[in-house]
């Protein structure tokens, strides 16, 4: 005899495994802003978050260019801004113009590392075995990842997005520890989304989070499955986010060109 379960029932469990995980918004300032521009920017977001209840659970990110990670991390002292990368070497130090490595990071404080954006794979031919060494390494200084996958709109249009995902995922993340998985954030941006206007659907961001964190449970467990904050990337806005995150495998979001004024940045990380 088959059992129905009432989603009324189901309604607070998913609330439950929905509060245990970290809910963030980050922003990918990606190749903008002088340095003026990036600490004023800074300090507007600061300045909103003062009127924003953040809760124990909830935290915001800005990823500014390397260059200005010292000066962005010393402005967010005693605030409620996190500061992340938006890259970093796979090596520890030696002979790489024009790279940083993690204990560079590590020597600031920085927190988190976005790897695996589209735009390094696409524009720097990054591949998954090369994501999955600057995992390994980010992890082993204890520092945290937001990974990246997405699929390219002519994958999208055979069909074999989920296929694509997997295969990123389980190459870059699933050799790792559960208790190293703890420092794993994972955003989905789908590629035909990111700086395009073209957002996902709510829907869309919901099977694809739904089906990344089924593998995780296939993979580890449900429990470290519920744990795993998704993110979504690609065009959100504050006109999107809310009906984005209302969704029960949505966690919050990467954010590029919205990020870039403290408004709107603010106005998404209200939808959280
Ligand atoms: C991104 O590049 O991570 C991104 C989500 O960009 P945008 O919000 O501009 O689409």
């Known amino acids: 005899m088959q059992i129905k379960v009432s989603d009324t029932f189901l309604q607070p469990l998913i609330k439950i495994n929905r509060t245990m995980r970290a809910k963030i918004v980050a922003g990918n300032w990606k190749m903008n802003k002088t340095a003026q521009e990036a600490l004023t920017l800074t300090q507007e977001i600061i300045e909103g978050l003062k009127n924003v209840e953040l809760g124990a659970n909830k935290q915001v990110i800005v990823c500014p260019p390397s260059l200005y990670l010292s000066s962005v991390k010393n402005t967010t002292e005693n605030s409620k801004l996190q500061v992340g990368a938006q890259n ?27 790897l695996g954006h589209s735009e390094r794979r696409t524009y720097f031919g990054e ?33 074999a997005y989920f296929d694509l995902v997997k ?13 190293q998985l703890q420092n794993v954030v994972i955003a989905y941006e789908p590629v035909w989304a990111i700086g395009t206007g073209v957002t996902a659907s709510p829907e869309q961001a919901e099977e694809m989070h739904a089906h990344i964190r089924h ?15 998704i993110l979504y990337g690609g065009s959100c806005k504050p006109s999107n986010a809310a009906s984005l995150f209302s969704k029960p495998n949505v966690d919050g979001g990467l954010i590029g060109g919205a990020a870039l004024k403290a408004d709107s940045f603010l106005g998404i990380i209200a939808c959280m």
């Open 127 to 159: 591949t998954d075995e090369q994501i999955k060494e600057k995992v390994d390494k980010v992890l082993a200084y204890d520092l945290k990842v937001i990974y990246c996958c997405g699929e390219l709109l002519a994958v999208r249009e055979t069909g």
């Open 88 to 114: 970093c070497h796979q090596n520890d130090f030696g002979a790489y113009t024009g790279e940083i490595s993690v204990p560079m990071l590590q020597s600031l404080d920085i927190p988190y590392v976005i």
């Open 215 to 229: 593998l995780i449970a296939e993979q580890y467990n449900q429990e470290i499955a519920d744990q795993m904050t």
């Open 167 to 179: 295969q990123q995922i389980s190459t870059a993340l699933f050799h790792l520890t559960p208790t």
